[in-house]
Every structure is written in structure tokens, then in C-alpha cells.
């Protein structure tokens, strides 16, 4: 019997397995025709304690066109965790139901403990501030695709490094390929996390923090722009305070490298204005397109089907 897998964080996969998703991901997009069954008579769970548009819905795609079927719930409050039920006991019942679940939850390490609990693989559609490990691998097919490799690259992280939980998963992905370096951008208050720094600085990667989008853009060559992580925050003045930090406007990319691409994980609220969509540097639409590529090949790996 081959070994349960989870997807819990990024480095649960190797740099050889996310090469290997982004090479069936490519195939999908080439080929749909030959995956349009091959999940036949499976299920997947969509167990979503937290609200989500592109995650579920992407997951929910993915597995449609595998020929495959979906379950599961879209909140806490319709499922009988509303009743107190805990996480564990409801990943048994899913995993009697399902052959494999995502799952997306607002406490760090929830996914974690599910995937104890689990007797099919659990993916971690998101845990709180802590990690979103299939954005991440969206992330990485966007920059593939649109830069044609994954090393020898400039990125600014920009937003609310403190509490994104994309950016925490990025980081931890990217600094296991050749020559890249970050820019920080951020307000001081959503400074990323020392232990992402810690982790940072003892691979030797090279990264610096500024406090203005117009002194890294020349630098550049991926802007990964994010949103102030609203839920996460305890009162709700420093959030109103802080939530307009950073707004990229289209004049700000006349500085931009041609090809510069400009990612966000989505939902944006206010963070990029509408005129940027229209410039051919805007890859985020794009980069939620390869969400359910990327998340096909993924249930694909995580069953153990070809
Ligand atoms: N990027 C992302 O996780 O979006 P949703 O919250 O809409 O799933």
C-alpha cells in the first residue's frame, strides 16, 4: 500500500514533485480531453470553515474536470461544528465520505491536526496567518509560465507580510531555487515575522526592507502585492489606519521593468487600482486561472492516479 500523503505546508513537496505538478499542469492546459475522466468515482471534500471564492471554487473545477464529484460545506455555521463538534471528528466522518479533502480553517495548525485524524489525504486550503500552500503552488505556475523559470528572480513582497499567509508559504517555496532575493515592502506594523527573517538570513538569501513601492520597482522583476489581512486583525482602527499603506496605480509601473509581472493572490480590496488590469504586466487574473491547473494536478498526485 503506497503511503498517505497531506499537503499541509509548501515543503511537504520537493522541488522535483512541484516541477513534476507544473509539467501535468502544462499537459492539462495542452491536453483537457485526456483528464476529463480520469477522476471518475472519486470525491473530493470541500471543507471550508472560512470564506473563500477562488480556493473552493478552483478545487470545486478541478475536480468537475477530472470527471470526479464534490461535497462538503462553504461554512462553519452550516456544518455541525456549529453544534461543537470538533475539527477531528469531522475529518472522520468526511474521511469515510470522500477520497480526498481540502480544507480551509481560521486556527493555525488546523489542517494539521486533521490530517492525524484523516484516513485520506487532507490538503490545507489555508490555516489562519500561517500558510496556503496551493496559492503557493499557483504562485509558482504563474511565475513558470510567465517567466519561464523559477530562479534568477527579484521579488517584492508587498502589504501585510505580517499576517499573509501567501507570502509566508511563497517565501519558504522560493528560497529553494537559485539566485533569488526579496524587498520587503510594508508598514512597520505588518513587518514579516522574525522567524521567516531568521529563516531567511540562515539560508543566506539575500533580502532587504523598504518602506516605498517606488524606491524597489526599478529592481524588480515579480511584484507580489497583497491584502491587509482585515479578519486577523484585533481592533479595528489599526486596520482602518493601515489598510491603504501601499495602492499600486498604473503610472507607478513607467519605472517597471517591461517584463515585470504583477502578481496578487486575490481578493484585492483597494491595494491595486482598476487601471492597472489593462496593462499587459498585470498577471493576477491570470494567476487564479492557473489555481485550477495546478490544483488538478495536485488531486491527480495527491490519489497516486498517473
Ligand atoms: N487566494 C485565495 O485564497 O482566495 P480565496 O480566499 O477567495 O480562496
Same mark, same amino acid.
Given at each position: 500500500?503506497?503511503?498517505?500523503?497531506?499537503?499541509?505546508?509548501?515543503?511537504?513537496?520537493?522541488?522535483?514533485?512541484?516541477?513534476?505538478?507544473?509539467?501535468?499542469?502544462?499537459?492539462?492546459?495542452?491536453?483537457?480531453?485526456?483528464?476529463?475522466?480520469?477522476?471518475?468515482?472519486?470525491?473530493?471534500?470541500?471543507?471550508?470553515?472560512?470564506?473563500?471564492?477562488?480556493?473552493?471554487?478552483?478545487?470545486?473545477?478541478?475536480?468537475?474536470?477530472?470527471?470526479?464529484?464534490?461535497?462538503?460545506?462553504?461554512?462553519?455555521?452550516?456544518?455541525?461544528?456549529?453544534?461543537?463538534?470538533?475539527?477531528?471528528?469531522?475529518?472522520?466522518?468526511?474521511?469515510?465520505?470522500?477520497?480526498? =479533502?481540502?480544507? *480551509?480553517?481560521?486556527? /493555525?495548525? %488546523?489542517?494539521?491536526?486533521?490530517?492525524?485524524?484523516?484516513?485520506? #489525504?487532507?490538503? &490545507?486550503?489555508?490555516?489562519?496567518?500561517?500558510?496556503?500552500?496551493?496559492?503557493?503552488?499557483?504562485?509558482?505556475?504563474?511565475?513558470?509560465?510567465?517567466?519561464?523559470?523559477?530562479?534568477?528572480?527579484?521579488?517584492?513582497?508587498?502589504?501585510?507580510?505580517?499576517?499573509?499567509?501567501?507570502?509566508?508559504?511563497?517565501?519558504?517555496?522560493?528560497?529553494?531555487?537559485?539566485?533569488?532575493?526579496?524587498?520587503?515592502?510594508?508598514?512597520?506594523?505588518?513587518?514579516?515575522?522574525?522567524?521567516?527573517?531568521?529563516?531567511?538570513?540562515?539560508?543566506?538569501?539575500?533580502?532587504?526592507?523598504?518602506?516605498?513601492?517606488?524606491?524597489?520597482?526599478?529592481?524588480?522583476?515579480?511584484?507580489?502585492?497583497?491584502?491587509?489581512?482585515?479578519?486577523?486583525?484585533?481592533?479595528?482602527?489599526?486596520?482602518?489606519?493601515?489598510?491603504?499603506?501601499? =495602492?499600486?496605480? *498604473?503610472?507607478?509601473? /513607467?519605472? %517597471?521593468?517591461?517584463?515585470?509581472?504583477?502578481?496578487?493572490?486575490? #481578493?484585492?480590496? &483597494?491595494?491595486?487600482?482598476?487601471?492597472?488590469?489593462?496593462?499587459?504586466?498585470?498577471?493576477?487574473?491570470?494567476?487564479?486561472?492557473?489555481?485550477?491547473?495546478?490544483?488538478?494536478?495536485?488531486?491527480?498526485?495527491?490519489?497516486?492516479?498517473?
Amino acid at each position: 500500500m503506497s503511503e498517505l500523503r497531506h499537503l499541509i505546508n509548501i515543503t511537504d513537496l520537493s522541488v522535483e514533485e512541484i516541477a513534476h505538478l507544473i509539467d501535468v499542469a502544462d499537459d492539462i492546459i495542452e491536453h483537457p480531453e485526456a483528464y476529463q475522466d480520469i477522476c471518475a468515482h472519486k470525491k473530493l471534500a470541500t471543507l471550508f470553515f472560512e470564506p473563500s471564492t477562488r480556493t473552493r471554487l478552483s478545487f470545486t473545477a478541478a475536480m468537475m474536470e477530472l470527471g470526479g464529484n464534490v461535497l462538503g460545506f462553504d461554512q462553519a455555521a452550516s456544518s455541525s461544528t456549529a453544534k461543537g463538534e470538533s475539527v477531528s471528528d469531522t475529518i472522520i466522518m468526511a474521511s469515510c465520505y470522500a477520497d480526498i =479533502i481540502a480544507m *480551509r480553517h481560521p486556527k /493555525e495548525g %488546523a489542517p494539521f491536526v486533521a490530517a492525524k485524524h484523516s484516513s485520506v #489525504p487532507v490538503i &490545507n486550503a489555508g490555516d489562519g496567518g500561517h500558510f496556503h500552500p496551493t496559492q503557493t503552488l499557483t504562485d509558482l505556475m504563474t511565475i513558470h509560465r510567465k517567466r519561464g523559470e523559477l530562479g534568477n528572480l527579484t521579488i517584492g513582497l508587498c502589504g501585510d507580510l505580517k499576517f499573509g499567509r501567501t507570502v509566508h508559504s511563497l517565501i519558504e517555496a522560493m528560497i529553494r531555487y537559485d539566485n533569488v532575493r526579496f524587498i520587503m515592502i510594508s508598514p512597520e506594523e505588518l513587518d514579516l515575522p522574525s522567524y521567516n527573517k531568521e529563516t531567511l538570513d540562515a539560508k543566506g538569501i539575500e533580502w532587504k526592507e523598504v518602506r516605498s513601492l517606488e524606491e524597489a520597482m526599478p529592481e524588480l522583476d515579480v511584484l507580489y502585492m497583497t491584502r491587509v489581512q482585515k479578519e486577523r486583525f484585533f481592533n479595528e482602527e489599526d486596520y482602518i489606519r493601515l489598510k491603504d499603506s501601499f =495602492i499600486l496605480r *498604473r503610472n507607478m509601473l /513607467e519605472t %517597471a521593468k517591461e517584463d515585470m509581472i504583477v502578481m496578487h493572490p486575490l #481578493p484585492r480590496v &483597494n491595494e491595486i487600482s482598476l487601471d492597472v488590469d489593462e496593462d499587459p504586466r498585470a498577471a493576477y487574473f491570470f494567476q487564479a486561472l492557473m489555481g485550477k491547473y495546478i490544483r488538478m494536478a495536485l488531486i491527480l498526485f495527491m490519489l497516486g492516479i498517473r
